[in-house]
């Protein structure tokens, strides 16, 4: 019986010891709970929460918040998630709630970049890319995200043509190959949005609007540029210039997220160029024409009244007419998105409408972009997708477009005085209020995929898809403009239709397989057709009649009328393919071939094949390395070869086209000229206009070699990396219209006659400046590109090419870049006579072969560069180049606490411009009737002083003689025209405040974010004109383009 009480009461007491241990050892088990953030204070779901040496873990949910029990006081929990550095913390007793921050990893070597069909880590990429986080684009005052693109990729040029909202923007991936960059065309790099090819260069419209304000840049999840062949070379014929994949917002798993931001701004107006007004005005004419005038012009009453009558009312005005058309204006954002993912469905939909007003009077940019993504997976195997997006875009354009090619209704050449005075009704013309003028510029663009998915075919890692895309694209203008501002004084209505359809089919297997933990195989290998139709049509009319007929269609037919047509038909069909491998992510090998089939070539020509290899070794997963892995965290060597292509603008190269029209019927044409009608035996006939260029079916394909080389390196536990490239891009046999004999009946011959170099050096530095886990966080991103831009190939055995008018040639030369301008160098001003160089064959004075008259004192002093003594084109030289030597730009972002702070500054050097402005202002001043137009002109009231001219002998002066312009003073192609289109611009400054989670979590938000942005702040250039980046893409400045403006926004972004 005791041995049975004993083994009992035994027994309870091991059962009750352990169950005292295990209450004890639960009772040390510690909760811990809390939020992790990033820098900025965003919610960041999916971060790993892991219990050092347990194994044990959660992840945070979709608000960011976990919560984990670890084993005991002083335990580490590691924070970790993909563009992040991970963190590690000690958790001491009673920690309680413990919220984080976790830095963005700037080296990224795990971010996942898009490469084409295929994803791969920035660890394991042999290409030459670039990524860009969509939060760079988020609530920024722009239609376009291109635009934000400017200064954050090395090698990338972005500079913007206009300041006019929704315009197109000069997109450039190292260099440019573009040979319609003379005629102001612009050339872009290829859009992939979504798995939707984007091409923007079929897409026409009326004025030039930017096709990309179709996509929201609120959406967009990131940005890879692909820089080289062994990257690009996937796309084939679309390569060319580059290909800029974007990748839009998906929703994380859980509750639906709910999220709207709201801006308001402020363009400000912009600032005028200097000009004297009033007494001013009136004092430097008078003192110019008293010490350099004619007598006979003061002794016969010559001069103007409103020069001479300061005391009448009617002359004594002191208007700076730019102010009339310049304003402050308003702009605003409203975004709105809601999406939730769940094992077997996603959705997002999203809505934004971005509304500008101009700060040029008349002018406005309206623009709403949809977008619906819908995932479905019915089973763990199929996947099916639709994406749908679409931009609805209205936008006006003031008075000015196309009256004198001008956003001014007034030209340069002939800008009023400050004497001068207008109506109300004129004013109203003027500034594009007045009631009979109309403006309907609508755009709409429809775009998306649908796609099939297989995850597993066959085998483990194969899988399958196929999709099929489509862009629809539509783009009218109706304007009507009155007499009062036309030039011929009579009515004029004009209506365009620019249409675009494009649709396409790709299937593609993608195969990707470990081996062992140590080698990795992937590949894609798949087939394509699209087919592209564009129907463009316009038609103008002047009307004589009241302005309550404002469409073209109110117009009777007959010689008043003019119209055109144009429909084409171009369809593709490829193959393309990639094969990579990796050994234990050291030894990196990857090649990619595709075949183009295009409609626009001939039979024999119609394949082009642009294959690719690449490279890469990983030196720091090197056994002997890792001594260095203190130090150098990461090094790769890469380098590759490979081949993108082309097609020629034209549809229809290879034929020979012949062009009819309307004016050959005795039409009234665009300008308003009258064609007399054309007969025969009395009848009157068509004719062809032989104009067109003579072409061949040999055209082919135009391709682009490129060679990189380049190295990835981190430094000091990844918070220095370096990424540095080695280029060459050969655009060889550019399809191109070069002079025809005369005996072939053509001006021009079409054919494959220019090679183009562009070779470079880019480099990117990133950092973090700041110590980790600091409350101060600080980084930096500075890129730098230098890109050397060279023709290396022409027909006719390599001589010279000239293009557009004489007066204002530029050239295709071997040797040098691509159109520099064509200029007379001259050196100053003769000063007297005896400083005009002598001819010792003839005694005479040196000439101007284009007037005729010799040169004299108070003449532009030229250099006569073939030594004959007479100044004609033989003399001229290339000068200036408009494609940029070196661009870059400086980010800093700092935060603290709930506060985050970014500041762009972007820089281009090397670009020329040729200030048609000054030259504009120079000839007015210099008319040979100056004596009246100085009353009613603007002319000199510039920033000019009565130093700048030459007046007497002896005189050293900037400017010539305005009284005497026999060898043509103020040709625009002389070299103190063209000038250093450098600048640095801080160009963008965005300042954010996250509120603190527990005052969000009592509102019952996720998330509330209060920001401003300062855009485009100061600029420091080197030019006369106000603002080198705004001139037209071949270097041309008018002075009369629209400005870019300062921008000052506030809002609020919140998310529940």
């Known amino acids: 019986m005791k041995k049975v009480q004993l083994s009992t009461w035994l027994n309870s007491f091991v059962c009750c010891f352990l169950l005292f241990a295990m209450q004890q050892l639960y009772a040390q088990e510690i909760p811990v709970a809390g939020v992790v953030r990033d820098q900025q204070g965003n919610p960041l779901p999916g971060v790993s929460v892991v219990e050092r040496g347990t194994g044990k873990g959660v992840k945070t949910d979709e608000n960011g918040f976990y919560e984990i029990s670890i084993t005991s006081a002083g335990r580490t929990l590691i924070f970790s998630s993909v563009g992040f550095h991970a963190q590690q913390h000690v958790i001491r007793a009673a920690a309680g709630s413990f919220d984080i921050t976790l830095e963005e990893d700037l080296s990224s070597l795990d971010e996942v970049v898009i490469i084409g069909y295929q994803d791969v880590t920035r660890r394991k990429t042999t290409g030459a890319i670039a990524s860009v986080k969509g939060k760079e684009f988020e609530n920024t005052p722009y239609t376009t995200f291109d635009a934000m693109l400017q200064g954050r990729v090395a090698g990338m040029t972005v500079l913007s043509p206009s300041g006019e909202p929704g315009t197109n923007n000069i997109v450039n991936i190292r260099g440019s190959s573009n040979l319609e960059l003379a005629n102001n065309s612009i050339s872009a790099p290829l859009y992939v949005i979504d798995n939707i090819i984007y091409d923007v260069n079929d897409f026409g419209s009326a004025y030039g609007a930017n096709p990309l304000q179709s996509i929201n840049p609120n959406d967009i999840e990131s940005v890879d540029i692909l820089k080289d062949a062994s990257a690009s070379a996937i796309y084939g014929a679309r390569a060319a210039n580059g290909v800029i994949i974007v990748k839009t917002k998906r929703p994380m798993a859980g509750k639906p997220e709910i999220r709207v931001s709201a801006f308001y701004g402020i363009a400000d107006r912009p600032a005028m160029k200097p000009i004297q007004v009033g007494t001013a005005e009136r004092r430097l004419k008078m003192d110019m024409l008293y010490i350099g005038g004619n007598d006979n012009w003061f002794y016969n009453n010559q001069l103007s009244m409103m020069l001479t009558d300061s005391l009448n009312p009617a002359f004594n005005n002191n208007t700076d007419w730019q102010g009339l058309f310049l304003r402050a204006a308003a702009l605003n954002n409203v975004n709105a998105s809601v999406g939730a993912s769940t094992e077997n469905f996603t959705y997002r939909f999203s809505v934004q409408r971005y509304y500008e007003e101009g700060v040029m009077i008349g002018y406005e940019n309206d623009n709403v972009t949809p977008r619906i993504f819908l995932q479905a997976n019915p089973t763990p195997n199929l996947q099916f997708e639709t994406n749908l997006f679409a931009g609805l875009t209205r936008a006006k354009h003031g008075s000015g477009d196309g009256v004198y090619g001008s956003k001014y209704p007034f030209n340069t050449w002939g800008f009023p005085s400050s004497f001068w005075q207008i109506t109300d009704e004129e004013e109203a013309v003027y500034t594009g209020r007045y009631d009979d003028l109309m403006d309907n510029d609508r755009t709409t663009s429809i775009n998306g995929n649908t796609a099939f998915t297989v995850k597993k075919v066959v085998v483990p890692g194969l899988s399958f898809r196929t999709q099929f895309s489509y862009n629809i694209n539509n783009n009218t203008r109706d304007l009507f403009q009155p007499g009062l501002i036309t030039p011929n004084r009579r009515n004029y209505a004009r209506s365009w239709v620019y249409q675009n359809q494009r649709w396409e089919v790709e299937s593609f297997f993608n195969y990707i397989k470990t081996i062992k933990d140590d080698h990795t195989l992937s590949g894609v290998l798949g087939y394509g057709m699209e087919k592209n139709t564009q129907n463009n049509r316009f038609a103008s009319g002047w009307n004589d009649n009241s302005t309550v007929v404002k469409s073209v269609s109110g117009i009777p037919s007959g010689p008043d009328l003019y119209a055109w047509t144009d429909l084409a038909e171009r369809s593709r069909v490829s193959v393309f393919g990639r094969l990579s491998y990796d050994y234990k992510g050291r030894y ?351 002319a000199i009231a510039g920033d000019f002083n009565l130093s700048d001219f030459w007046l007497r002998p002896g005189d050293r002066s900037r400017f010539p003689n305005l009284f005497s312009n026999t060898v043509d003073n103020w040709h625009i192609a002389q070299n103190y025209f063209v000038e250093n289109a450098s600048f640095v611009r801080l160009k963008n400054i965005q300042l954010g405040y996250n509120l603190p989670q527990k005052i969000v979590d009592k509102l019952r938000f996720r998330s509330i974010r209060l920001f401003s942005v300062v855009d485009n702040l100061y600029i420091r250039s080197w030019s006369d004109t106000p603002d080198p980046e705004a001139v037209e893409p071949n270097g041309y400045s008018t002075g009369n383009g629209y400005p870019i403006p300062k921008k000052f926004t506030f809002g609020i972004d919140v998310s529940f």
């Open 588 to 938: 990196l090998l990857s090649g990619s071939y595709r075949q183009d089939a295009s409609s626009r070539y001939s039979r024999d020509n119609r394949w082009g094949v642009f294959p690719a290899v690449s490279a890469g070794w990983a030196v720091s997963e090197e056994p002997f390395f890792e001594p260095l892995k203190h130090a150098v965290s990461f090094f790769k060597f890469r380098g590759s070869y490979g081949l993108t292509g082309l097609d020629p603008g034209s549809y229809y190269a290879q034929y020979m086209t012949l062009g009819f029209n309307a004016g050959y019927v005795g039409a009234v044409l665009d300008n308003g000229n009258e064609v007399a009608p054309n007969t025969y035996n009395g009848t009157t006939v068509t004719y062809p206009n032989y104009q067109n260029a003579a072409s061949s079916p040999g055209i082919r394909w135009e391709r682009t070699p490129q060679f990189n080389v380049g190295v990835d390196a981190n430094f000091i536990e990844d918070r220095i990396s370096v990424t540095a490239d080695y280029y060459i891009r050969n655009s060889q046999s550019l399809v191109f219209q070069s002079p025809a004999p005369l005996t072939t009946g053509f001006s021009q011959l079409t054919g494959n006659f220019v090679d183009i170099r562009n070779s470079g050096v880019e480099l990117t530095i990133n950092s973090v400046n700041t110590r980790a886990g600091a409350a101060f966080h600080w980084s930096t991103n500075f890129n730098i590109a230098f890109n050397k831009n060279m023709v290396t190939g022409l027909p006719n055995g390599g001589r010279e090419f000239r293009t557009g008018p004489p007066w204002m040639e530029r050239t295709l030369n071997i040797g040098q870049p691509l159109f520099p301008f064509q200029v007379w160098r001259v050196n100053g001003v003769f000063a007297t006579d005896a400083d005009v160089p002598i001819d010792p064959l003839t005694g005479n004075r040196l000439r101007n072969g284009l007037t005729g008259q010799y040169y004299k004192a108070g003449d532009p002093a030229p250099v006569d560069v073939n030594g004959d003594y007479i100044i004609d084109y033989l003399d001229k030289i290339s000068l200036g180049d408009p494609n940029p030597r070196v661009v870059g730009g400086l980010t800093n972002s700092f935060a603290y606490k709930g506060f985050t702070l970014q500041v762009l500054v972007t820089f281009v050097e090397g670009r020329s411009l040729w200030n048609g402005y000054l030259s504009d202002r120079l000839q007015d001043a210099g008319s040979p009737t100056l004596f009246t137009t100085w009353g009613t002109n603007s």
